[in-house]
């Protein structure tokens, strides 16, 4: 593994199966090049049932290449991810979704062509047989959206398309949800909603979330612990107090004035 | 959409067939589409024989327009090479029927012909969505195809192209290919004239309910999604690469359909149904109509190939020019073709005098019900 400082918390490696009893999901040695450059190095990274982590790191980090790889989107060098005690590295992206892998994108991924409820049915008809109706509506509710039901969702405004992207990504019922970069562009009031949705999820419904952020006081306001990302590996890992408290962190990643 | 006890029956058996994916979800809309399936069927009984026998090759067409409207439409795959399947099911019929005379060989010839468009699809399809071939490359691809199939076809003339008794005659095409018939030996049902107009009207009011019914279920919604976003569809857990080739094999199986009536019709194919202006036809249709409506290419498929034909037994030489230059009208003023713009028209129109209730069971269902 090839980690930058002896300090990395690791997490103790599973067993042949990669099953372990409260953890969802595992990285080992993961590793993913572009031609010359390594976007990954061998990262591994462990994540248990129902904990918030966020993914942070200077542009270039690695963190959307790392959920990408997480998702199947991208195919890893080398390594392997264990998900729910199975080794996934090779599975496609359907796959991992219908397992309990769901994912929000970093620019709002919605269709933009559908009305609200016609965007929900989509990941809804993967759960459910029927009871669209009602489904459609708790989970409009629960991200106050139940107004703006046949709107087109090119009409919505920023933070509902971003609320909407996470309640499709919810409608799946999954174990594990990654968001790439959740309250980019959205106001202090809309960001404050979405952190409290977020640790809401995570407490509530149990399910492990993985968050990249480049907001500080957003991800100090919803994060369990902390992985901080450098050059493709992971450079640090701890509570946000500690994360903060680092001074290496702070110059690679935060700044001297935080 | 309000549904009163008088018409229960009626509207539950409409249900399959709507939703928010098709245009058209009205009672007002099923009764117009009643009244213009009962003039198409009225036509050879006014018109006589020819009209018949004109109308039938136009109903033909109309399945390869719904074909692509089908594809390209629900699931975003522009293929320029639908004509490829209406051509090789056409040369598979001729090649089966002309070698098995009596009606076993047109049944036969029918089962083969869409077995065999049908597997050409697939194979195609398969090639290309697994091989991660997308967009304008498909239809690149599938364009080259069937200009392939036009080059190589013309040059079957010579005795030895030929299987069995059936020869492929290069660009004098394939002649002598027996009409559309049912049965075993000389037992069953052989198509006549005016039966085969039928036939075929009947074959495209079927695929349209067919195709009406396929685009509001469960897969149609993710055919829907993949032509929106393949990612984001593929993010949630759907085999968008599947949902790709299964889409374009059922394209390719209705095409050879429409091959098979045309071919049965003419008694004729040739390899001109390969050609370019044969290959451009289909998308202009589904353009011209609104690809995102069956029914919408279906009336242009009718429409342009009627004027298409009034123009060329007139003499004149414009009939291309014409449909080059509605192609680049429709295009620059109403992209998204004339039957979705003239659904928005109505819906506009309709509004305010038919305020739809927020909370009934069907607009829970799905929005937008009514037109």
Not at chain 2, 173 to 182: H, K, N
Request: net charge negative; hydrophobic share 45%; charged share 20%.
């Amino acid at each position: 593994m090839a980690v930058s400082d002896p300090t990395i918390k690791t997490k103790p490696a599973v067993d042949e199966t990669g099953r372990k009893s409260s953890r969802v999901l595992q990285t080992r040695d993961l590793r993913k090049e572009f031609g010359g450059l390594t976007a990954t190095d061998d990262v591994d990274f462990a994540l248990e049932e129902g904990e918030l982590r966020c993914l942070i790191g200077p542009n270039g980090a690695g963190k959307s290449t790392f959920l990408n790889l997480l998702t199947g989107q991208l195919e890893p060098t080398a390594g392997s991810i264990y998900y729910d005690g199975h080794d996934i590295t090779a599975m496609p992206s359907h796959e991992r979704v219908e397992r309990g892998i769901s994912m929000k994108f970093q620019v709002p991924s919605i269709y933009e062509g559908l009305t609200v409820a016609q965007n929900l049915r989509v990941p809804l008809q993967q759960v459910v047989d029927d009871d669209f109706a009602v489904r459609t509506r708790e989970i409009l509710e629960r991200f106050d959206l139940l107004a703006e039901r046949e709107t087109t969702a090119s009409d919505l405004s920023h933070g509902q398309q971003q609320r909407l992207e996470i309640g499709m990504a919810m409608a799946l019922e999954p174990k594990l949800l990654l968001l790439d970069e959740p309250v980019a562009g959205l106001s202090v009031e809309e960001t404050a909603e979405i952190a409290d949705l977020l640790c809401e999820i995570a407490a509530d419904d149990g399910v492990a979330l993985i968050v990249i952020e480049h907001d500080i006081d957003f991800v100090e306001s919803i994060a369990d612990r902390v992985t901080v990302l450098d050059q493709g590996t992971i450079f640090r890992e701890g509570s946000i107090e500690e994360i903060k408290a680092d001074p290496e962190v702070k110059r690679i990643y935060l700044g001297e004035d935080h | 959409m309000s549904v009163d006890s008088s018409d229960g029956h009626l509207a539950q058996l409409r249900r399959p067939f709507e939703g928010p994916n098709t245009l058209g979800n009205s009672s007002a809309f099923w009764a117009g589409l009643a009244v213009a399936v009962a003039l198409l069927a009225a036509m050879p009984v006014v018109f006589g024989y020819y009209a018949a026998e004109v109308g039938a090759v136009f109903l033909a067409y109309a399945l390869l327009g719904m074909s692509l409207a089908f594809i390209w439409g629900y699931c975003g795959i522009l293929s320029f090479g639908q004509v490829a399947f209406f051509g090789v099911a056409g040369y598979a019929f001729g090649i089966v029927a002309i070698n098995v005379s009596t009606l076993t060989g047109a049944t036969l010839g029918l089962l083969a012909a869409v077995a065999v468009s049908t597997a050409f699809a697939a194979v195609l399809g398969y090639f290309m969505f697994y091989g991660g071939v997308r967009d304008v490359y498909v239809t690149i691809l599938t364009l080259v195809v069937a200009l392939v199939l036009f080059t190589f076809m013309g040059q079957t003339a010579g005795g030895e192209w030929a299987i069995g008794d059936a020869r492929l005659g290069g660009f004098n095409g394939m002649s002598g290919v027996p009409d559309l018939g049912i049965g075993v030996g000389s037992v069953g049902l052989e198509v006549g004239l005016v039966g085969h107009y039928y036939v075929t009207l009947g074959t495209v009011v079927a695929t349209y309910l067919g195709l009406r019914a396929l685009v509001n279920s469960q897969f149609g919604y993710a055919m829907v999604a993949t032509r929106e976003d393949e990612t984001r569809t593929e993010m949630f857990g759907y085999d968008t690469t599947f949902i790709k080739f299964a889409v374009f094999t059922i394209g390719g199986a209705i095409a050879g359909l429409g091959g098979v009536l045309f071919t049965t019709q003419n008694n004729y194919i040739d390899p001109s149904v390969f050609g370019i202006t044969a290959a451009a036809l289909p998308v202009v249709w589904a353009s011209v109509g609104g690809r995102t409506s069956l029914l919408g290419t279906v009336g242009a498929a009718l429409a342009i190939q009627f004027v298409d034909y009034q123009l060329a037994i007139s003499g004149s030489e414009w009939a291309l020019v014409f449909i080059g230059s509605l192609l680049v009208f429709v295009v620059l003023v109403m992209p998204e073709g004339v039957a979705p713009r003239l659904h928005d028209h109505v819906a506009e129109y309709r509004e305010p005098n038919d305020p739809e209730p927020a909370e009934t069971p069907a607009a829970t269902d799905y929005p937008g019900g009514d037109d």
